[in-house]
């Protein structure tokens, strides 16, 4: 951590369950901003977020009722289980907005997609995914833009493919662009 460098507090917030790879989410955010990391859990139905014609819910809603609960923290990831999407996107990976952003676990997971042989190599793979994800989201939450480095976790990723590719860190150019921006 750089002198003088502010240390952020992040809450992750699981949205009604446990979520596999919860610790080595939180060591990769405490480990890429420098933050003090805490966890909670919120038990709150999220129907009025609900579209049925989709069987999706909507992430700005759901982001707008979940951050009514905020912890007491400088940025909030809250992690859902559920698929999301946004107006004009089939499906979205997360979303951030402001000091808050979410995550939704359905498409990182990879049964999602279809039969698991290896379910310990299937695990693995959630949790990178997770941790890609949660760093992207993050970022965009200090108000870091999408990354031309394809290797950066702030690369925009509208594919399991483009997440499965992409780094599980920020690439030097971010990590310069968040420090300067504090």
């Known amino acids: 951590m750089a002198q003088g460098h502010k240390e952020w507090k992040i809450a992750m917030v699981l949205i009604e369950r446990t979520v596999p790879g919860i610790r080595e989410l939180m ?20 129907t ?18 979940f951050s009514r609960f905020r912890p007491f923290a400088d940025k909030t990831l809250y992690i859902f289980r559920e698929d999301m999407f946004v107006h004009g996107l089939s499906f979205v990976f ?21 039969k698991v042989e290896d379910q310990h190599a299937a695990g693995e793979l ?6 890609k994800e949660a760093l992207h989201e993050l970022g965009h939450s ?13 690369v925009f990723s509208n594919s399991i493919a483009a997440v499965d590719f ?6 030097e150019g971010c990590r310069k662009a968040l420090y300067l921006k504090e």
């Open 126 to 131: 959630f949790k990178e995914r997770l941790v």
């Open 94 to 114: 997360g979303l951030a907005s402001g000091d808050s952003a979410i995550v939704s676990t359905a498409r990182l997971d990879p049964r999602f997609y279809g």
């Open 166 to 171: 992409k780094g599980a860190e920020l690439c």
């Open 142 to 154: 200090f108000g870091l833009p999408h990354c031309e480095n394809k290797k950066c976790a702030m």
């Open 27 to 46: 060591a990769a955010v405490k480990k890429e901003f420098g933050a003090e990391v805490i966890r909670d859990t919120l038990d709150l139905g999220a």
């Open 48 to 65: 009025r977020s609900f579209r049925k014609e989709r069987k999706q819910y909507d992430a700005e809603v759901l982001l707008a009722e």
